[in-house]
């Protein structure tokens, strides 16, 4: 446990106006346009505001030397892309925790005091209590219990956003988590059995293990109809260009089968029976 304690930074594009609200807690610069782009510009289409509370600046992320040209290091990098990444998503504010990224489970980085998961994890929450306290969001979403791949610092920031949640004066209604349809991965499973490459290696480094990313996925329980913000979605996942954003190979007359919807699941409060079509009408429908 370290005694690192950072003081957050905020970049705010806008003050808080009096509309709904959104806010997403997620590990890295990119988890947000990876995870959520869609949903967030669907938030945005219907008027709700959103911030995104960003626990490193993805000091360890896997950069390629061309994208390091006009930066320091890939800190500086990856923070310039997040703010390009705000403008396209058009975010309220980008919260930077200013944690460094942990890396993967054995690595050096994964003991640096710095890292974010050195840190004691109720600081960590007090810090994101207070963002929603300050901020009042209709929807927090963040990660799953698994944090998608098995990240640890996906996982320590779906921890440290539950015991916020726990902390807050501000009572969230609505609490998700990302999740995504485990189909294709099957398909991707099945495939790299048949043709003698484990499905528990995969990724860049082979340090991703996929069986598990299946069994670990949490169940959809709302589907976010995002077909009319696909072209504003891919162009936020190509400011992450250092981490392979914006590079699809989806013909253009099948995005909308690709990248139409984006799942979640509801765990607050929860969903019982039909899958909720989530279309950010709450507070209208409340307010009015
Ligand atoms: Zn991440």
Redesign the pocket.
């Known amino acids: 446990m370290s005694d690192y304690c950072p003081q957050p930074t905020s970049h705010i594009r806008r003050p808080l106006a009096d509309v709904p609200r959104m806010v997403v807690v997620?590990?890295?610069p990119?988890?947000e346009a990876f995870g959520n782009a869609g949903t967030i510009l669907a938030a945005r289409a219907a008027g709700v505001e959103v911030h995104y509370i960003c626990a490193t600046r993805g000091e360890c992320g896997t950069v390629d030397a061309q994208y390091l040209h006009d930066y320091a290091d890939v800190k500086a990098l990856r923070t310039a892309e997040q703010l390009a990444a705000a403008d396209a998503l058009d975010l309220g504010a980008v919260h930077f925790l200013n944690y460094r990224d942990s890396n993967m489970p054995g690595t050096p980085d994964n003991q640096h005091p710095e890292a974010l998961v050195q840190a004691p994890m109720t600081q960590v929450a007090q810090t994101i209590a207070a963002f929603i306290d300050d901020i009042q969001p209709t929807y927090v979403i963040t990660f799953p219990p698994y944090g998608g791949y098995g990240?640890p610092?996906?996982i320590a920031v779906h921890h440290a956003t539950l015991a916020a949640l726990a902390a807050t004066t501000w009572q969230v209604p609505f609490v998700y988590y990302s999740t995504f349809s485990t189909t294709l991965l099957r398909i991707i499973i099945g495939v790299m059995r048949v043709t003698g490459r484990n499905p528990r290696a995969f990724g860049r480094n082979g340090d991703i293990d996929i069986v598990r990313v299946a069994e670990e996925a949490t169940p959809i329980t709302t589907v976010v109809p995002c077909t009319h913000v696909i072209p504003a979605k891919i162009a936020a996942w190509n400011c992450h260009a250092s981490q392979g954003g914006g590079m699809t190979r989806v013909p253009r007359w099948a995005w909308r089968w690709f990248y139409g919807v984006e799942h979640l699941t509801r765990v607050h409060p929860t969903v019982r029976g039909e899958k909720e079509i989530l279309r950010f009408d709450y507070d209208t429908a409340h307010r009015s």
């Open positions: 997620y590990a890295h990119d988890d990240h610092d996906h």
